[in-house]
């Protein structure tokens, strides 16, 4: 029985014949044409002896589709893959599902043209420095300022994923899979004069498609994620006797997903994650520069109220803050969204208000979230809630759970009967207090906003975007350790909570 030949001799042989032939080539060469092949030629000799003696191979590839050119790596070995665990597989899914839809981007919102959104990526227009007053209200001339609309959020994730570190190729790698669907404004281009067959027809077609697909049969669409835009209600028409909104979430391939949305309904399997905010900087020096702004700027309101009034909506206590506003002697700011000229789409409007008030006032409007939230807080102005669902049980990825480190409650009992007045209770509230809870609202401006795609700086910003993929990716892993202890998986998915109660 042979020996087996010892590492430093096979090592010392191995480099002997390499020297042997480098020397060869040269002398065969003119040393100057030459020297690009034979470095060429060493470099490949160098890495099929590693390969060989790893047992591996070095597998560079090109994301399966062609337009979204990503790259995804193979690592080495796992000691040095610092994208192990967080791997993610986006769907190549046909382009009906996406980019078709935001095309004809006229009819996407009835009342309303998107078409001048849909730029840069889905941010939107770039605000631009056409007067002093942007200056002094924005950081314009960093080029991170954008009129970005709410609706956008799935455009803007999915811009993000194409750039994101660890997208891979390899489905067998992911730690959770991406689906790239426009369902909001699928659904929203068919909410009104379309039937619901029309409305779920699109839906349906993808649940189909996904069924077929390898990649669901490893945990059956339960590793799988996606962005909605809207909220979650519009995704939840399961009743016959209903007609808002789209089936989607009550199709039972997408009943075992989990769904990203600017707004939770109350089913365990929908995560709230930040509404768009204007501003989408590419370093985090940039965001530093911001919140050293909203520290220091001079707030000349205690309170302030964006937005308009709902005179026919039940329950509403819009129309009783917007009475105390007037009634409070300039203590308080209101911007009437829907007095002509007050323009709440303008960015520089927006966040003026906000940076010159120390609260802001976020009643639920026609649901029970409002994009305003972020604005607000990104203008370092400390929001007041009215109802648990508002905030505190949407954004628990984001938020502290201690709501009154950063925030104010009022429940919305107290102005309802008149019991509350905003302007005691809020001037009431003490400096010491109040620099307190600015600090720790303005310790989560990084966390509520989505930074440029492709352009982050060298110190990594962890935005809403990062967040939100670290919970899936932890959601998918528990899931995956209860499946394979055979748990019930119905708190995950079929279960409801409770967004009226404060805890």
């Known amino acids: 029985m042979m020996k087996p030949v010892p590492r430093l001799r096979l090592f010392i042989s191995v480099t002997f014949v390499l020297c042997l032939f480098v020397v060869f080539q040269i002398h065969k060469s003119d040393l100057f044409g030459k020297n690009l092949q034979i470095t060429h030629q060493v470099n490949n000799f160098f890495i099929s002896i590693a390969s060989s003696s790893h047992h591996q191979t070095l597998n560079l590839t090109k994301y399966s589709n062609g337009s979204e050119g990503n790259k995804a790596q193979q690592p080495e070995s796992e000691a040095t893959d610092t994208c ?18 935001i095309k004809d981007c006229r009819p996407l919102i009835k009342w309303f043209d998107m078409c001048p959104f849909m730029v840069n990526s889905g941010l939107g227009p770039q605000v631009l420095e056409h007067a002093n007053k942007t200056s002094q209200v924005l950081t314009t001339k960093t ?4 009129s970005t609309n709410q609706f956008l959020l799935s455009v803007i994730f999915r811009e993000r994923m194409k750039h ?10 992911a730690s959770a899979i991406y689906i790239p669907y426009y369902p909001g404004f699928d659904v929203s281009r068919h909410l009104w004069g379309y039937n619901t067959t029309v409305r779920d027809a699109l839906a349906t077609k993808l649940s189909r498609w996904l069924r077929e697909r390898p990649e669901w049969n490893k945990m059956y669409g339960r590793d799988h994620f996606f962005v909605a835009g809207r909220i979650g209600w519009d995704f939840r028409r399961c009743s016959e006797d209903s007609e808002w909104g789209s089936n989607l979430m009550c199709l039972p391939e997408f009943s075992n997903t989990t769904m990203l949305s600017i707004e939770t309904t109350a089913w365990t399997n929908e995560f709230a994650v930040p509404y768009p905010t204007y501003f ?13 702004k909203v520290k220091s700027v001079k707030r000349r309101h205690l309170f302030c109220f964006v937005g308009a009034p709902r005179p026919t909506l039940d329950g509403s206590i819009r129309g009783v803050i917007i009475n105390q506003c007037l009634a409070s002697h300039g203590k308080c700011k209101f911007l009437n969204c829907n007095e002509p000229g007050n323009d709440c789409d303008n960015p520089v409007k927006i966040m003026d208000v906000f940076q010159r008030s120390v609260f802001c006032l976020q009643p639920s409007g026609d649901s029970y979230t409002r994009r305003s939230i972020f604005d607000s807080i990104l203008a370092g102005c400390i929001p007041v809630f009215f109802h648990p669902g508002s905030g505190y049980k949407q954004y628990m990825w984001y938020f502290p759970k201690d709501y009154t480190k950063y925030s104010v409650y009022i429940p ?41 795609p492709g352009l982050v700086g060298p110190k990594k910003i962890e935005d809403a975007f990062d967040i939100a993929v670290d919970r899936v990716i932890q959601r998918v892993a528990t899931v995956k350790r209860m499946m394979e202890e055979g748990k019930d ?14 805890e």
Not at 84 to 100: E, F, T, V, W
Not at 164 to 173: A, I, V
């Open 412 to 452: 919305d009992n107290g102005m309802k009967n008149g019991t509350v007045s905003l302007r005691d209770l809020l001037g009431g509230i003490d400096k010491e207090s109040i620099l307190r809870m600015r600090n720790e609202v303005v310790k989560i401006i990084p966390k509520i906003i989505y930074t440029k």
């Open 164 to 173: 994101y570190e660890c997208l891979t190729n390899d489905s067998s790698l």
């Open 143 to 146: 080029g991170s300022w954008y």
């Open 489 to 502: 998986l119905q708190g995950e998915y079929s279960q409801t909570r409770d967004l009226k109660k404060l």
């Open 280 to 292: 989408h900087p590419k370093s985090l020096t940039e965001v530093r520069i911001w919140q050293r």
């Open 84 to 101: 192990a665990g967080r791997y993610i597989y986006m769907h190549d899914l046909p382009s009906i599902y996406n980019d078709d839809i």
